[in-house]
């Protein structure tokens, strides 16, 4: 696994160290750490999901962005070695 962050270096966007593809993200916080999960990189994903909508988040000034992900992000638990 690879983490990238960027140009707010609000979160840490975790990578396939092999093939690039998105796992997921964290955010570590003082109310908190966030994460989130790209299900579609399962090995299985559901069969039930949602259709994929593209979406930008270019307008967004940082504590517009942590405020969303706090929002909308699981509270998480880590492993040190992630956070």
């Known amino acids: ?9 609000t979160a840490d966007f975790l990578l396939c160290a092999n093939c690039g ?8 916080r003082d109310t908190g750490t966030f994460g989130i999960i790209n299900i579609r990189a399962l090995v299985a994903p559901p069969r039930d999901l949602a259709a994929v909508v593209p979406v930008t988040y270019d307008g967004e000034d940082e ?21």
């Open 1 to 9: 696994m690879r983490r990238y962050r960027f140009g707010l270096r």
């Open 63 to 83: 504590d517009f962005r942590i405020a969303r992900r706090e929002r909308r992000w699981s509270k998480a638990q880590f492993a040190p070695e992630i956070i």
């Open 21 to 28: 593809v998105y796992i997921g993200a964290v955010m570590a």
